[in-house]
């Protein structure tokens, strides 16, 4: 098993939101991440559309699993979301990650969210901060 599988199963493991929203690893690597969840009814609006913060969280998964699978423990220091098309229950939404820069203290992430369409319907953007403490010794 990789590290940065070893470092997500642990992370997700003890994250009740992200089991709650029941998010799927699609794929994990060094800096990458790809993850999948099904909008269901409790997670709309008074709108009958998707909370906002249902892209949202899941970005910020995506955000957290990738920075965090190099084994060194990582937190978001900045997050932007922009939301381009509604999301009703029942669509499948997919993350995927891009690591755009990394240096010893600080990572830039975008995330790209799309549909079960492959439509964009969301893009996020997340700086973390990269602490010096190691997921396993």
């Known amino acids: ?43 709309t609006n008074g709108f009958s559309i998707a909370h906002g913060g249902i892209s949202y969280s899941l970005a910020d998964s995506c955000l957290a699993f990738a920075s965090n699978s190099y084994g060194i423990q990582s937190f978001s220091l900045e997050t932007s979301i922009s939301h381009t098309k509604k999301v009703e229950s029942g669509d499948i939404l997919i993350a995927t990650s891009k690591e755009i820069n990394k240096t010893n203290r600080t990572a830039l992430y975008y995330i790209t969210i799309t549909n079960q369409n492959k439509e964009e319907i969301a893009h996020f953007k997340g700086t973390v901060y990269r602490t010096e403490k190691k997921w396993f010794s």
């Open 1 to 43: 098993m990789s590290l940065g599988k070893k470092v997500v199963d642990k992370m997700i493991n003890e994250d009740a939101f992200s089991q709650w929203l029941g998010i799927k690893i699609l794929e994990i690597s060094e800096g990458f991440c790809k993850l999948q969840l099904q909008v269901r009814d409790e997670m």
